[in-house]
């Protein structure tokens, strides 16, 4: 595992949220290795089990985000806001915004976050 900071600096909670981004790299990485394979081997058997393994490794990297919503800020607002969302995604951006800071005269009042 490599830290930019050093690692004294850092408390428990943000090298847990070190290890578990890690791990979702780690199998991110995996997924797509599979994937790779299961597009090029000529033998449907192996072809077969890289895919068993490549979909396993989508479920773990799918925990290791759910861990990081409950865990990390940020995570848990854009994952309501684009996860299972439709069309484009720039267009869901954009009405994110305009809840959170309508567009006209300028204010100094807010409507806090209407995406909750
Ligand atoms: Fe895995």
Redesign the pocket.
């Known amino acids: 595992m490599a830290y930019s900071e050093p690692y004294d600096a850092l408390d428990e909670k943000t090298r847990d949220i070190s290890r578990a981004i890690t791990?979702l790299r780690?199998?991110l990485e995996?997924i797509d290795w599979y994937n790779q394979r299961v597009s090029t081997t000529q033998d449907q058997e192996l072809k077969d089990v890289m895919a068993h393994n490549r979909d396993?490794?989508i479920?773990?990297?799918v925990m290791a985000f759910e861990w990081l919503r409950r865990n990390m800020e940020g995570f848990d607002e854009d994952m309501r806001t684009y996860l299972f969302s439709e069309g484009s995604l720039l267009e869901v951006e954009d009405k994110a915004t305009a809840a959170v800071a309508p567009k006209g005269p300028a204010s100094t009042m807010t409507i806090g976050n209407l995406k909750n």
Request: hydrophobic share 20%.
């Open positions: 791990s780690e199998e995996a396993e490794e479920e773990h990297a």
